[in-house]
């Protein structure tokens, strides 16, 4: 098996972007449908706070995947840290990063 035929095609949640990446490494978040956010992110005066996960949210959110160059702008943000980033927890790693230490 090679790494191409790992790859997949996916809808990117951020960007509306399509984009090619491997199943296995690809990012995802949850989102639940209903709001269109992850379960544990509410909006308050216009910008997004973490919260207790509500729990209906998290039984009806759904696998979104999200490209290396959303990523990269949450990562960038998270590093400038302030009010944008406080729902922000930690860097998340590339799904090409990823990928080539899992079939590496
Ligand atoms: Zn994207
Ligand atoms: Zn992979």
Same mark, same amino acid.
């Given at each position: 098996m090679t790494?191409?035929?790992?790859?997949?095609?996916?809808?990117?949640?951020?960007?509306?972007?399509?984009?090619?990446? +491997?199943?296995? /490494? =690809?990012?995802t978040i949850?989102?639940?449908?209903?709001?269109?956010? !992850?379960?544990? $992110?509410? #909006?308050?005066?216009?910008?997004?706070?973490?919260?207790?996960?509500?729990?209906?949210?998290?039984?009806?959110?759904?696998?979104?995947?999200? +490209?290396?160059? /959303? =990523?990269?702008?949450?990562?960038?943000r998270f590093?400038?840290?302030? !009010?944008?980033? $406080?729902? #922000?927890?930690?860097?998340?790693?590339?799904?090409?990063?990823?990928?080539?230490?899992?079939?590496?």
């Open positions: 790494a191409d035929d790992l790859i997949g095609m996916f809808h990117c949640f951020g960007c509306r972007v399509s984009f090619m990446a +491997c199943p296995d /490494c =690809v990012t949850r989102v639940d449908p209903m709001t269109n956010r !992850p379960p544990d $992110v509410a #909006i308050v005066d216009g910008k997004p706070v973490n919260v207790k996960p509500d729990p209906e949210g998290a039984h009806r959110s759904v696998q979104q995947a999200v +490209c290396d160059a /959303c =990523v990269g702008l949450r990562n960038a590093e400038r840290g302030g !009010p944008d980033a $406080v729902h #922000i927890e930690g860097i998340w790693e590339a799904w090409r990063d990823r990928h080539r230490r899992a079939h590496a």
